[in-house]
């Protein structure tokens, strides 16, 4: 009896183990159908040529950037985050603690953009080029 009971602990274990890889492997599909949906929208919605004004191409330009790295997140994560506009990347910096789930769901969806986690103490946030 002791030995069954054993066998179904060691089955439990691996069922929860493999939930958890279902759950990371859903994730980075999650992140991967929200990048793709973002490149198809950014090109259906090509703006339509006004007068030249190169700065504010500029700024529209950098605001579809920021707003493209957004839509990567489901909004109870992006309510959780600040994004700001540096010159080669997208930082994506915690408003709060995150908590272990939404530190790997958001580290998910940055590297589904290209983009990494950088560990500077306080300081720390995720990075996401401009140019893939």
């Not at 030995?3 to 439990?12: A, D, I, P």
């Not at 958890?20 to 793709?36: C, T």
């Not at 504010?56 to 707003?67: F, L, M, R, T």
């Amino acid at each position: 009896m002791s030995g069954e009971k054993e066998s179904l602990e060691r089955l439990v274990e691996r069922v929860d183990e493999l939930l958890v890889v279902l759950n990371k492997i859903s994730e980075d599909l999650r992140s991967v159908s929200s990048s793709i949906k973002s490149v198809v929208g950014s090109q259906v919605k090509q703006p339509v040529p006004q007068a030249p004004a190169t700065v504010s191409h500029e700024v529209q330009g950098k605001k579809k950037a920021v707003d493209d790295v957004r839509l990567a997140f489901p909004e109870d994560l992006e309510a959780l985050l600040s994004f700001q506009e540096k010159t080669d990347y997208i930082m994506v910096k915690p408003k709060q603690f995150l908590g272990s789930e939404n530190f790997a769901k958001i580290a998910s969806a940055v590297r589904g953009l290209g983009g990494e986690y950088i560990s500077a103490g306080k300081d720390s946030h995720f990075r996401v080029p401009k140019n893939p």
